[in-house]
């Protein structure tokens, strides 16, 4: 750590790096904080984005790692300190601020700070939480555990899989294992909180079985999961026993919601939750944003509300009104997935748009009329879809010499989608030697489409 970051109060100290954080930081520098510290306990900046590779981020539909390296850009711009490998550990005082921390480069630090904003993010909640009787076979994970495995470290969780929970990240992961070759066995979910977009191209595409208003009321196996026996709920919310069924599998991913992470601030009463529905509510200076306040639906959401809040912590520290006038957008209402829309789904007549969280319903009228779409674009994609629907691949390559043994890679333009699984076979194959640039053509034409496979991050 430089030695001034040991000796000097700190303006601000945010704590945690993903896309809420490093927006924060950057506004505040932007507003005029000379002193903003960015602490992260991964091993870079990003949150869990370096391992979202699918599509979808951002207004111009980015994946995850290069959300996160515009993100990183910013920061730099705007001369954040950053120290990644940091776990902020306590906080204390009331002002100026104490914050405890700890890490390899770091050492078990106080920092002073006269202001601190809260980035923490949320946590996913675990078959512990759940409360699902079993034993405890190896083969049971959080989704988002076996999405880093996959995507970052080169490692399959299993063979067949069974995905408990209808969120976003469970039916991406759907998909996801769909393309590396995984058998999924189906999708077990109580209600459906995920994206409609989602639904139909990671589980609608790929012929995914999903067991609706089910639950697991067990788990089978004792050195490896084996099975799990699933029923469906009756009306009052109870399992109906006598229809439950045996599913076979070698895993079982968790993809049953998020919490906030709130642990380092809660009980505070001199904490302001910038999350849209409150005012500032003291005279302090510390402030939690994102996701540790509550779970948006969207990368871009949570971004905005970053760079608002770090920009309220900056007018206050520099003597300015309490709080901005204008708040950020709220971004389009995203569709999520509703029973009543599976019915929708199987009509001929009838597609929801992919383009963006929106969503539309599209529909067919006899006379090969449109109605339903929100933009001209929706349109487009409504008469592609029809006669050739097209779809974007996003995968890994190995990655040989480089900081990790993958790279995440996409299609430089949707592929026709019965081409998508050559697509993702060819890239199973394909081996890169580092050093490599985002942006770089790694095949043209990839699988014999018009696409050309792109790096989606530096390697």
Known sequence: MKEALQEEMMDLVVVGGGPCGMAAAAAARGAGLSRVLLLEQGDTLGGVLPQCIHDGFGPEQQTGPEYALDLRDQVDRAGVIVETKTTALH?????PYTLWAAGPHLGAKQIPARSILFATGCRERTRGQLRIPGARPAGVFTAGAAQWMMNVQNMLPGKSVLILGLGNIGLIMARRLTLEGVKVKGIVGERASGLMRNYVQCVKDWSIPVYWGHTICSIHGRRRLRGVTI??????GQMDLGKKQYLPCDTLLVAAGLIPEQALFAGREDVAYLDGSTAIQNGGALFACGNAVRVYDTVEEVTAWGAYAGQVAARRLL??????QT???VGVEARKLQEADLVSLQEEDTLFCLLCPKGCRLQFGADGSLKGNGCAAGARFAEEERSAPRRMVTATVRLLGGA???????TSVPVPKEKALEVARVCKRLKVQAPITRGTVLIPQVGGTAADLLAASDG
């Open 91 to 95: 906080v204390s005082g009331q002002g």
């Open 319 to 324: 003597g300015a009104a309490d709080a901005l």
């Open 231 to 236: 029923a469906p709920l009756n009306s009052a």
């Open 404 to 410: 990790q043994p993958l790279l995440p890679v996409k």
């Open 327 to 329: 708040l950020p957008p």
